[in-house]
């Protein structure tokens, strides 16, 4: 039997206005039906709060539905909140109290955690510290079997919650709000996330709890920040919604993914956490080479000693398919433009690219005919890896980093695509954020691949593929089943977030004549030659 939700309205700073929120309840409760319960968000009293808050105090007025507050942002509130634990304020009005978890009868779970983020320690009445959130996650955390709480109750944004998201408005989420809150999010994982202060209304897209490819799906989030009640902006203060909480929910129909799900934007700050710790020892790093295997009885798995094992007659190396026609890539073709030619290795070399995106814009192709980074043999894929790490010592040396990425799709031969980005321009992670934040708007499903896993472990060759790869060693992949816009890569380097040069999205735009091709060849092979390992060879 289908257990019925829960009806539940949330709602932003009150600062006072009882009579004004209180009275828009009664109006949605006429026209919509009954409600279960009232949740309310930041600032629930203001500086004129004492009249009408006599009037529910004393009894002569009562609030519509069960109503819950969080606690005091400012030491002016704090005397409305006479006990630190938690009390019912009024009838039908209950402030939760400063951090911990309400359990329903009806088994929905909501965690809440009151005031504004401080430094100190301990926290002024008004405030929460690190402390505070540490033992309210471990309290939580402990619970056996725990997934998430069905909603979370802040009163500040999380910091960082816009990202690889729609956009905010004024509200710059890089600066605004909470690291703290933001960590709390990432580990309880809520369904639902209400919070406010910044006197502005915003739906977050839902985001993911879980890496795919690397962990078994789990439920998404969704963060919703709400303006102040009465607003003359007529921003949203009040947000409807119904929830069957997750204890009670099929675990198939909990953990569906919806088509504009995103990635988690509180990654990145975990990863930095994480990194704050002890770092494996060496006798531990091994466990992590085949961390992410799709199968491991297909394709070839290379030990990284580079030795052979079980077999102690060498093999032949696997000589390269031929092209069914012309290709301008084969370094032995005729078509190849060899004036744009910088550099030459055993199996693999670098050129310019032709309409290159800037100047430096260089290509990584293997000598031989392949089509694609999966189809590399073992020594085809040592010598990529020296160029890249070569062309990221240079660009360094540049103040730049580099993008570098693949279209395994109506190509021939392997183009790897080299493009460097002043370091002033921005950050890896804004690159990041541009490349999911352009795919979602094209309806592109970009997926993060494991830290411990490369491109060879999720396709198989032949796959059509795009492939990102960032300085950071972060990784971006896309299975291509249709369609796909060939400039796409270019397109977001090129874009206003990055590079900011839109005109030079299409290589055809950007010819140059062979004179200037040569010089630009000649100066990068100068300037290259330092760092290039196949000139010692």
């Known amino acids: 039997m289908a257990v019925a939700p829960l009806r539940v309205l949330a709602c932003g700073d009150v600062e006072g206005r009882l ?90 779970q909501i965690a809440y955690l009151s005031g504004i983020e401080s430094q100190d320690e301990p926290a002024p009445a008004y405030s929460f510290s690190a402390k505070d959130v540490g033992e309210l996650k471990t309290s939580l955390l402990s619970t056996p079997n725990f997934k998430g709480v069905d909603i979370l109750l802040t009163s500040p944004w999380p910091r960082d919650v816009g990202a690889f998201a729609n956009s905010a408005g004024e509200i710059d989420t890089r600066k605004c709000g909470s690291k703290l809150v933001s960590d709390l999010a990432a580990s309880l994982k809520p369904r639902y996330h209400f919070a406010a202060l910044e006197k502005a209304y ?25 303006a102040d009640v009465g607003n003359t902006s007529k921003k949203k203060y009040l947000y409807a919604f119904s929830i069957v909480p997750m204890s009670l929910m099929d675990p198939a129909e909990l953990v569906k993914q919806p088509q504009d799900v995103t990635e988690n934007p509180y990654r990145k700050s975990q990863k930095e956490t994480q990194k704050t710790k002890a770092p494996l020892c060496a006798e531990e790093e091994p466990a992590c080479q085949f961390f992410f295997d799709l199968n491991k009885h297909q394709g070839k798995k290379r030990p990284s000693d580079g030795k052979e094992t079980g077999n102690s007659q060498p093999k032949q190396a696997k000589k390269p398919p031929q092209p069914t026609g012309p290709c301008w890539f084969c370094l032995a073709s005729p078509e190849v433009e060899k004036h744009l030619v910088v550099s030459i290795g055993t199996h693999c070399y670098l050129a310019l690219a032709k309409g290159g995106l800037l100047p430096d814009h260089v290509l990584i192709l293997p000598i031989g005919h392949y089509q694609s980074v999966v189809d590399l043999s073992s020594e085809v894929v040592e010598e990529v890896t020296k160029y890249k790490s070569a062309l990221k010592e240079f660009f360094r040396s540049k103040g730049k980093r580099y993008v570098l990425f693949e279209r395994n799709y109506r190509s021939q031969h392997l183009q790897l695509q080299v493009i460097p980005v002043p370091l002033d321009h921005c950050t890896s992670e804004d690159i990041k954020e541009s490349f999911i934040a352009q795919a979602q708007e094209q309806q592109i499903e970009l997926l993060e691949i494991p830290e411990h896993s490369d491109i060879m472990q999720v396709a198989q060759p032949g796959t059509p593929y795009f492939y990102v790869e960032l300085d950071t060693g972060e990784k971006l992949f896309h299975r291509i089943r249709g369609r796909f816009p060939l400039h796409f890569g270019r397109a977001v380097l090129a874009s206003e977030a990055v590079l900011a040069l839109p005109q030079r999205a299409d290589w055809r735009q950007c010819a140059a004549g062979r004179a200037e091709e040569a010089a630009q060849a000649r100066a990068f092979r100068r300037d290259f030659q330092p760092f290039d390992f196949a000139l010692r060879a």
Request: glycine share 10%; hydrophobic share 30%; with cysteine.
């Open 202 to 226: 915003y739906e977050r897209l839902p985001y993911r709890n879980h890496t795919v490819l690397q962990e078994t799906p789990q439920h998404v989030s969704r963060f919703i920040a709400l």
């Open 19 to 108: 009579e004004a929120l209180f009275g828009r309840v009664r109006a949605i409760q006429g026209k919509s039906g009954h409600f279960d319960m009232l949740l309310c968000v930041g600032n629930f009293f203001g500086s004129t709060s004492e009249t009408e808050w006599a009037e529910y105090r004393t009894g002569t007025k009562k609030a519509p539905i069960p109503t819950y507050v969080l606690g005091a942002n400012d030491q002016e509130t704090v005397s409305y909140f006479p006990d630190i634990s938690g009390s019912e304020l009024a009838e039908n009005i209950t402030y939760l109290g400063r951090r911990g978890l309400y359990s329903g009868t009806s088994g929905l």
